[in-house]
């Protein structure tokens, strides 16, 4: 198997491939590639492409839906960086309550033999507030905002969550002190507003002038997620206006670093040694398991699906979404003397993945027949 690396990829995470693999950065019709932050949106995709696995969470660069058309599994690694995206929110609450970056900027400036003097006559200009007993609001409470969620109740803040698709796994791991809250019970009590959801059509720039005046004033907004969530026109009529006190985010643009009291992070939330290599593990051992396997954990674009191997030969299919497949696949393998030892099936959207355990050999001949089936769009014999 060929596997491209499109970005540089943390030795710790490639080690988990073995001999069997060719990996490189260079290499023409790879059966998968590692990206992490490459844009693939012009890449052109080979028939041998399997799968891509995103070392991250986010897939805004990669044409997803592109990619399920084609039968090409998109992975990602949610919760893998979760550790070091909740420091960097916990740096960041601090950075918003006192005015640590315009502070140092300044002490940086001063000189002479009296600095401690300077220090102590402007130190004033540059006065904060504790976060303790401060009411957080986090919008998101997947692995990361749960994350953020328990480690601001341990500092003694108030903790507000809000997610409409809030996991059973998310529900268990939060604690049982961060009160659910409605977008308008975050806004209207909240100091501080973290988020942590994903960029999509509904999610874009709902951080505007809309949401912003139903906020406190002095409001301070932390955006850790992706930039375009939060429109940068509204932002800055609010900050300027003092209506937002600070705003912190980890995805800086042209315009949010000149704005008054912004503090721009250069994309340092996944930036740690630790969240690289766990990063790169996780998608490894996914790409591993798929490629030998069949199996599906952790897509964007197609279900999870997982089965024991346990006979000689299994059948993987992608497949659309639509009534009858099932069906047709199995009377094409009863027509051919196959048995069908195990089999499991489940949709996402407007596709579906079929895992297919057979007792006895399939012919090229069946294989052709299964390719046939209106709605399949790959198979793939292991």
């Keep these: 198997m060929k596997v491209l690396t499109l970005n540089k990829i943390s030795k710790v995470g490639l080690a988990h491939f073995d001999d069997s693999y060719k990996v490189a950065s260079e290499q023409n019709d790879p059966q998968a590639i590692l990206v992490r932050s490459a844009s693939m949106h012009d890449f052109e ?31 990602n690694t949610p919760g893998a960086n979760a550790n070091a995206v909740k420091e960097l929110a916990i740096a960041s609450l601090l950075l918003a309550s006192r005015d640590i970056v315009d502070g140092i900027n300044w002490a940086r400036g001063l000189t002479g033999d009296d600095v401690p003097k300077q220090v102590e006559k402007g130190k004033s200009q540059f006065a904060g507030c504790e976060i303790k007993g401060k009411k957080l609001g986090i919008i998101g409470l997947g692995a990361i905002g749960v994350h953020v969620a328990n480690a601001a109740l341990s500092l003694g803040m108030k ?29 209207e009590n909240c100091d501080f507003i ?43 009529e ?44 996780m998608a490894v051992e996914q790409i591993r398991d798929y490629l030998e396997n069949g199996n599906i954990v952790n897509s964007v674009n197609f279900p999870a699906v997982e089965l024991p191997r346990n006979s000689k030969v299994r059948i993987c299919l992608i497949h ?5 497949v099932l069906s047709n696949v199995s009377s094409t393998l009863a027509s051919g003397n196959i048995n069908i030892a195990n089999m499991i099936n489940k949709s996402k959207s407007d596709y579906a993945y079929t895992i297919v355990d057979c007792d006895n050999d399939v012919t090229d001949e069946c294989l052709k027949k299964l390719q046939a089936i209106d709605g399949i769009i790959r198979i793939r014999l292991l």
């Design 45 to 75: 995709f080979g028939a041998s492409l399997l799968a891509i696995a995103r070392a991250g969470a986010g897939v805004n660069n990669i044409p997803v839906d592109v990619c399920a058309e084609k039968g090409i599994v998109v992975f």
């Design 159 to 187: 903790v507000y969550g809000y997610d409409p698709y809030l996991s059973i796994k998310s529900a268990w791991s939060l604690s049982h002190h961060v009160q659910h809250a409605s977008l308008n019970d975050i806004y």
């Design 194 to 236: 973290s988020v942590h959801v994903p960029l999509t059509d509904e999610t874009k720039g709902f951080i505007n002038r809309t949401s912003i005046a139903l906020m406190k004033d002095g409001v301070r907004i932390l955006n850790l997620s992706r930039g375009g969530l939060v429109d940068d026109d509204d932002l800055k």
């Design 238 to 281: 609010a900050l300027d206006s003092g209506k937002v006190a600070k705003y912190v985010t980890d995805f800086p643009d042209a315009k949010t670093v000149t704005f008054k009291n912004a503090i721009c992070i250069p994309h340092l939330g996944a930036s740690t040694e630790e969240s690289e290599d766990n990063c790169a593990v």
């Design 320 to 324: 659309k979404n639509v009534p009858a």
